[in-house]
């Protein structure tokens, strides 16, 4: 079986695929000037105006154990898709894996991203991609590294999930989304959350 492992998200990495929505130093000033404002950070596409409307929706991702075997794509062919996590501390971090490709995924450009928790992501327009993929903490294994409360003192500690806002245009038919089977299933573990090279069985 082919296994995937990530590397970090960055907007040269992941510009074949589209964008990395997240501030930038060269921002102009706002609000007079308590703050910076980045404009123009992604694509926002619709192929069928006048069909299909701007849906913004939230995506509440639980957090997925590991390694996850993949067995699927899903693309978007005629609108880019945008994820933004809400709330994620900038310490946390999802997984984001894409493929570019025609009717079917080219498996020669399969990449997994491990994206923070300050930035966003658009995926162009027919980009193929595996599901939203959280990866957050709960305050139990925080507390055992040392860097949350204890338990008892924070609530729950079995509430794992991300929120994510996502913009996307949709008009309720087939051709919002569709998925193809892969001819393999792709092993993706980021269970160490260290950047690795692809590795294929010999």
């Known amino acids: 079986m082919r296994e995937l492992l990530c590397e970090p998200l960055t907007a040269e990495a992941f510009k074949p695929y589209g964008h990395v929505v997240e501030s930038a130093s060269s921002g102009v000033d706002a609000n007079m000037g308590s703050a910076k404002r980045s404009n123009f950070v992604s694509a926002v596409d619709n192929e069928r105006p006048g069909l299909a409307k701007a849906n913004m929706c939230v995506f509440r991702c639980a957090r997925r154990s590991f390694p996850i075997e993949a067995k699927l794509l899903e693309r978007h062919q005629f609108s880019t898709q945008t994820f933004i996590p809400m709330g994620l501390p900038g310490d946390e971090h999802y997984l ?10 080219d498996l020669g450009t399969l990449k997994a991203f491990l994206a923070s928790g300050t930035q966003g992501i658009t995926y162009s327009t027919a980009v193929w991609h595996y ?7 709960n305050v139990v294994e925080k507390h055992r590294e040392g860097t949350s409360p204890p338990p008892e003192a924070a609530g729950s500690g079995s509430a794992c999930f991300t929120d994510f806002a ?10 919002d989304c569709e998925v193809q089977d892969l001819p393999a299933s792709v092993k993706i573990d980021v269970s160490d959350r260290k950047p690795c090279a692809d590795k294929r069985d010999p």
Do not use: F, N, S
């Open 96 to 105: 984001v894996v894409v493929a570019q490709g025609g009717d079917k995924p």
């Open 131 to 137: 599901p939203m993929v959280a990866l957050v903490k």
């Open 166 to 175: 996502c913009l996307v245009h949709e008009d309720g038919t087939e051709g």
